[in-house]
């Protein structure tokens, strides 16, 4: 890499270089953990390991779902550093007390909370990078690093858990991932984040935790972003799910052959990664992400035709692809839609709304798969790709300007504020240091500016009320 396109990248920047390099150390430990929580399973539990397998991860989605509103919530009144530190800390705790399990009832009880952690690190970790990385060329880049960070992790923990588990036993991987959780928290700590502006939220407790679902869902953009959220979950479950017992039982493939279907998909991924920050900044995210839609879509109609092994690879990295192309500029869209103190409860929401995607899709990969076949389930998670991504191009507009004109009717109200442009008013006496907190009135107003549904702005123009 030259100097002059090191400037540009996002890694030319301190803070984020280091937040980058915690990312992918826990990534990569959570990567060995995976591995080891199997073996875990398989100790304990025999041939019913599948079970609690299937368990521990249902659990993790249920943690994801639940839990990261709540945190999402209340992001914004806890210094973010601190919050991810102390998350980091308490994700290693719980990691080290996985080895001394003696009964499954404690992995579900410990996997529970592990991830009820990472429902709150992650959504807040994701919405730090915008206040570092501000421009969004940079950003768009940073996006793609973190998506090759977790492909590159799929293809890589696999492998150097095996090597590792030559040498230690498997619940030492469980400390490695403790020992990575601790490194994350360092270099986090090492980090200087931007003070985060006041919030003009009010302050109720139900009002914090559904602020995130309640301004996603009526963000018109965001809504058709859930909707190809349905469509990654869709082509990643039928992925996830179905590879291993395809290869090996339909086209009587060994297990380096389920290795290669998977390194598939992740390379089909990469790809995307690694050429979307060229192109996004000329074409608008919508076109890529419907584009993606359609070919996740259409790889799994491909699968209708019983594909022999080649013909399954290239699917598999259409489906990569498609998948790529819609999560890449995610960020960029959760950005442009929410204010710098809400980012928190919007990474949050989308967190929690695509792992109740993931959720559904799991189990409707699985069963009819098993239940009616192969070719069912690619028609069924087929089909609900075609209808997620037609939804998503009906209530996604074309045209999506960022300033959108509204209007304000007369309002009296009480919330923290700063005399910004929507606060220009007297006080009888002095009310204290801004933010300050007092009864106050808006009056009647029409104008246009950057729009995002927030504490002022609570039904997108032109949408019915």
Known sequence: MT???FLESPLADRNYRRLFTAQVIALLGTGLSTVALALLAYDM???????VLGTALALKMVAYVGIAPIVGGFAH?????FLLVSLDIARAAIMACLPFVTEVWQVYVLIFLL????????????ATIPDIVTYESRYTKALSLSRLAYDLENLLSPALAAALLVVVPYDALFTGNAMAFLASAGFVLSVRLPRAQPSDRDVGVWTNISFGVRAYLKTPRLRGLLALSVVVACSGAMVIVNTVVYIRDRLGGSETDTAIAFAATGLGSMIVALTLPHVLPRF????????????????????????????????????????SLIQVPVGRLLRRSAKGTDRPAYFAAQFALTHGCWLLAYPLAGWTAGMFGYETAFAVLAGVSVVATLVAARVWPREDPS???HRHGALDHVHNHVHDEHHQHDHDGWEGPEPHRHPHRHAPIRHKHSFVIDGHHWQWPGTPR
């Not at 359609?294 to 498609?322: H, R």
């Open 3 to 5: 100097r002059s396109r």
């Open 45 to 51: 539990a025999g041939g019913g390991a599948g079970i």
């Open 77 to 81: 009144r806890l210094p973010r550093r």
């Open 115 to 126: 991830n009820s952690c990472a429902a709150g690190f992650t959504p807040t970790f994701q």
């Open 284 to 323: 608008p995210d919508r076109s890529f992400m419907l584009i993606g839609g359609a070919l996740s879509a259409t790889g799994l109609f491909l699968g209708l035709t019983g594909p022999g092994f080649v013909p399954f690879l290239l699917i598999w990295l259409c489906l990569g692809a498609g998948s």
């Open 403 to 405: 300033e959108l004109e």
